[in-house]
Nanobody
Framework: QVQLVESGGGLVQAGGSLRLSCAAS????????MGWFRQAPGKEREFVAS????????VYADSVKGRFTISRDNTKSTLYLQMNSLKPEDTAVYYC?????????????????WGQGTQVTVSS
């Protein structure tokens, strides 16, 4: 299995940027498809972006397309989410997740391992 730890969240003004990191340990990181999800208070956990094992393929939610970039460094066993032009509606707890079987699943139930989450708050 793999253990995931997110970092990089914080408070930022609208229009600002943040970069989230997700450090993985345990089984070989490159064998997992990886995703980012977020959950705002009172709402369901929603898909943000995912990336294939080697990093050559990515998928984004429409709400973040053109603003967020997912990437991975398999030599460092780390997943990233660069978030630009942040909006108040991006405020949520952000989670990284690992999928043993696929790389482009959008449903949380498809992912096998989860981090503890990191809070992102965007002020208007």
């Amino acid at each position: 299995q793999v253990q995931l730890v997110e970092s990089g969240g914080g408070l930022v003004q609208a229009g600002g940027s943040l970069r989230l990191s997700c450090a993985a340990s345990g089984r070989t990181f490159s064998s997992y498809g990886m995703g980012w999800f977020r959950q705002a208070p009172g709402k369901e956990r929603e898909f943000v972006a995912s990336i294939s094992w080697g990093g050559g393929n990515t998928v984004y939610a429409d709400s973040v397309k053109g603003r967020f970039t997912i990437s991975r460094d398999n030599t460092k066993s780390t997943l990233y989410l660069q978030m630009n032009s942040l909006k108040p509606e991006d405020t949520a707890v952000y989670y990284c997740a690992a999928d043993r079987n696929t790389w482009n699943a959008k449903r949380p139930v498809k992912y096998d391992y989860w981090g503890q989450g990191t809070q992102v708050t965007v002020s208007s």
